[in-house]
């Protein structure tokens, strides 16, 4: 999902101790492989020397108005913000946000801002400051001025414990975040006014306090095309049973940051109930049923831990009584036309995957499925999957990573839409 490779990013800093995250996005970017051009206001020099930021963009930085040194001329406040696909401004100090609230223009940083096309070139802000010069009322009066202005985003401070040992909302938002921000930012809203509702992970089917039914999936997939939506501009609900995602607070946090809304459930029909409440009234909407969802439960669930005498003097010793789980996928499709939204179903199998995929297609109902082998991709970072349309379509993505591979899908399950 690399939507910065080769984009032009005109990164400024300002004076503040966070200044040092501010390499950390730089190497990010860079390792996006975008091109990455820095300026920096004379505070942000005494945290940070230019150098570092010339080694690691690879390309001189400019410090004042004056500075010809990237443009060959001394126009760099004009020129460098009409080249660039993005402005971000990480970490903003209160006096940052202060001068291009009110239209100063008396160093590099300010002009830039002023000179910028907001059509072209959006402006992202990462403010960072001591918590009591954030919750001042001059500075919250900056920032919610700054925030309804065309084409600037904000990247909200973090809470927590600051440089100057006091404890609050001001430390600059981790440099992760940031990137992934600036991605969203640059991404094709195509989903843009749809509400795209995600299942993922597993459900867990309770036998007793301690055992249950469940089975493997990662919710890798599911989680993938979540953040797939959300940058592709959709109003985003993912419902997810249990994950085995490596890193899962960060992953987390990250949804909480993008504003994606998370459901977490842990039966099938916790998740049926969640997923049913989306589909009530007629508008745009795509559904995609990733979720590995277990097709039976034990017909009664007890609140204690059973022992091996509970199954020793029972009639039949390797019995557990199951009743079957609602089908998520085929009520969706069975809605109303008013009502249903565009489906896409998941088909993971051991083998003959284009005949079950097929059925699958047409037992469902629905105009998409997205088949793949097990051995292709269960649990892992990268995949290898297969498209089926109700047109009788078949096309084969070449293996890549499930972020690519999810905008594919988005990508796929769009253009149907559009033509149908």
């Known amino acids: 999902m690399n939507f910065l490779a080769n984009k032009k990013i005109l990164l400024a800093i300002t004076g503040g101790i966070s200044a040092y995250k501010a390499v950390i996005l730089c190497r990010l970017l860079k390792k996006a492989n975008a091109h990455v051009q820095v300026v920096m206001s004379k505070a942000a020099t005494e945290f940070v020397t230019p ?3 010339q080694a690691i963009s690879g390309n001189p930085v400019l410090t004042n108005i004056f500075d010809d040194s990237a443009s ?12 660039c696909d993005l402005f971000v401004i990480a970490p903003a100090t209160a006096d940052c946000l202060a001068k291009i609230a009110h239209g100063f223009a008396d160093d590099l940083i300010s002009a830039l801002v002023l000179a910028r096309n907001p059509q072209k070139c959006p402006l992202l ?30 990247s909200y401070p973090a809470a927590g414990s600051q440089a100057c040992g006091e ?25 843009a006014n749809q509400k795209v509702v995600i299942t993922a992970g597993s459900t867990f089917e309770r036998i007793d306090s301690v055992r249950g039914i469940t089975n493997l999936s990662s919710g890798k997939m599911g989680f993938a095309i979540a953040k797939a939506a959300k940058f592709l501009g959709g109003d985003v609900c993912l419902i997810h049973g249990g994950t085995q995602l490596e890193n899962q607070q960060f992953t987390f946090a990250l949804f909480d940051y993008l504003q994606i ?15 049913m409440q989306n589909f009530h009234e007629n508008s745009q909407k795509i559904f995609v049923s990733v ?27 390797n019995a557990i009584s199951l009743i079957e789980n609602p089908d998520i996928l085929a009520s969706v499709a069975a809605l109303p036309e008013n009502q249903r939204p565009f489906c896409v179903g998941f088909a993971a199998e051991s083998e ?69």
């Open 51 to 53: 150098l570092t930021f």
């Open 72 to 83: 060959n001329d001394a126009m760099a406040h004009i020129h460098l913000v009409r080249d």
């Open 125 to 154: 802000l990462a403010p960072a400051m001591n918590n009591q010069m954030w919750e001042n009322q001059i500075t919250q009066e900056n920032i919610a001025k700054l925030a309804t202005q065309n084409g600037v985003k904000i």
């Open 167 to 191: 404890i609050g909302v001001g430390r600059l938002v981790e440099p992760e975040f940031i990137l992934e921000e600036i991605a969203m930012t640059l991404a094709p809203k195509i989903l």
């Open 261 to 275: 809304q998370r459901i977490k459930i842990q039966t099938a029909e916790q998740m049926y109930n969640e997923v």
């Open 291 to 317: 979720a590995a969802v277990a097709d039976y439960r034990p017909s009664k669930v007890v609140d204690f831990k059973l022992k091996k005498n509970n199954f020793k003097h029972s009639q039949n010793l």
């Open 352 to 420: 003959n995957l284009h005949e079950y995929a097929k059925q699958k297609l047409t037992k469902k109902n629905i105009p998409l499925l997205v088949g793949n082998l097990i051995q292709d991709g269960f649990g892992g970072e990268n995949n290898k999957i297969i498209l089926f349309d109700k047109y009788n379509n078949i096309k084969e993505l070449p293996p890549d990573s499930k972020d690519n591979l999810a905008i594919e899908i988005l990508k796929y399950a769009k253009n149907m839409l559009e033509n149908k």
